[in-house]
């Protein structure tokens, strides 16, 4: 038998190292690239990490300053191609609060929960 240990807040709330010389706004989508916390960009190979619950702006070196982010599902704004049709689909990241249907160039942001006139309810993972 294992015992196995739980983590508090199950691992919704992340404390990551921000890239250098970069600026994360509060309640934007944040992604990781090469284990820095960055704003979510169009760009291949980034990994969607959840919204960030704080502002963080390091103007120093990679891992000086650090940002709380958030994981779970959260409204972004559309691009307008993504369509109720694509309900426990792929999207992928725009900017730091968009999303689209388009892989094309991009990263997952995470599968879509719900489509409204206000945005995209988007879980990451």
């Given amino acids: 038998m294992y015992n196995t240990t739980e983590i508090a807040n199950r691992g919704q709330v992340l404390i990551l190292p921000v890239a250098a010389t970069t600026k994360i706004e509060q309640g934007s989508l944040v992604a990781l690239s090469g284990g820095y916390a960055i704003p979510a960009k169009k760009a291949a190979s980034l990994i969607a990490v ?36 694509h309900i426990m689909s792929n999207c992928y990241i725009v900017d730091d609060h968009t999303v689209t249907a388009t892989a094309t160039g991009s990263s997952v942001a995470g599968k879509v929960l719900m489509v409204t006139t206000e945005g995209v309810a988007v879980e990451t993972y």
Avoid: H, M, S
């Avoid at 619950?53 to 559309?78: P, S």
């Fill in 50 to 85: 959840g919204r960030a619950e704080t502002f963080a702006e390091n103007q120093g070196a990679a891992g000086e300053e650090f940002v709380e982010v958030k994981r779970g599902a959260f409204l972004w704004d559309n691009d307008g191609t993504i369509k109720e049709t």
